[in-house]
């Protein structure tokens, strides 16, 4: 079974641009999560999907955004990028609410 | 608040050292999970637990609910098992994780 992948791995934005990253789950699973991991605050949750609706979401203003489609797959977006921005995000998706979460390799985006 | 503490932040150890990790938390639980990182970023789960005890080849974890702790046991460890391992908790009536800080282990051979 083909893990969590996530699109692009790489990426390099200027301050003011917006963003799209993409995750596509383990076939079969359900719920996708995003996070976000700097150096400074560490793994932050940034927002939770289940069966394409968002049933959580963490402390992030709303420039961060996400939605997830009916084959499961989710995108997150981020506009009016800032140079605080620049994080490796990593969403996760297990079967359902509360089952392991396998995570993603990632992507990173470095805001210029 | 719902926090996550992990010690030590940072460990160092000689090839075949047993290591143990801690994390503690402030409030009830509906899981707790343990997480490898590997330089470059990706993530894997080695646990997720409620209650007790699991093993997966060298690496033990368990847990006590009563104390709000969890432990990461690595037995016979190995150079390949530096990495930063990082403690996440899931808070009851919250579905998202909130994690540690982490903890750098480095196992020299």
């Known amino acids: 079974k083909a893990g969590v992948t996530q699109t692009p791995r790489y990426l390099i934005k200027t301050r003011g641009q917006q963003v799209t990253l993409s995750c596509s789950p383990i076939s079969g699973h359900r719920s996708v999560s995003w996070y976000q991991q700097t150096p400074g605050q560490g793994l932050q949750f940034l927002f939770e999907y289940f069966s394409e609706t968002q049933r959580n979401k963490g402390n992030f203003p709303g420039r961060f955004s996400g939605r997830q489609f009916s084959n499961s797959r989710s995108e997150m977006n981020v506009s009016t990028l800032e140079l605080g921005d620049s994080a490796l995000y990593l969403c996760?998706?297990?079967?359902?609410?509360?089952?392991?979460?396998?995570f993603g390799p990632g992507t990173r985006l470095t805001v210029t | 608040k719902n926090e996550v503490e992990q010690s030590p932040q940072n460990l160092t150890a000689q090839e075949g050292e047993f290591i143990t990790i801690n994390c503690s938390y402030s409030v009830g639980i509906s899981a707790l999970h343990w997480l490898q990182q590997h330089p470059g970023g990706g993530i894997v789960s080695l646990f997720m637990?409620?209650?007790g005890k699991k093993k997966h080849g060298r690496l033990i974890a368990t847990i006590n609910i009563q104390e709000k702790h969890s432990s990461l046991h690595i037995t016979a460890s190995h150079p390949r098992d530096s990495a930063v391992y990082i403690c996440a908790v899931c808070f009851q009536g919250a579905q998202k994780l909130v994690f540690g800080q982490g903890t750098r282990l480095t196992i020299n051979p």
């Open positions: 996760a998706s297990s079967l359902a609410e509360y089952y392991e979460q396998y």
């Open positions: 637990l409620s209650s």
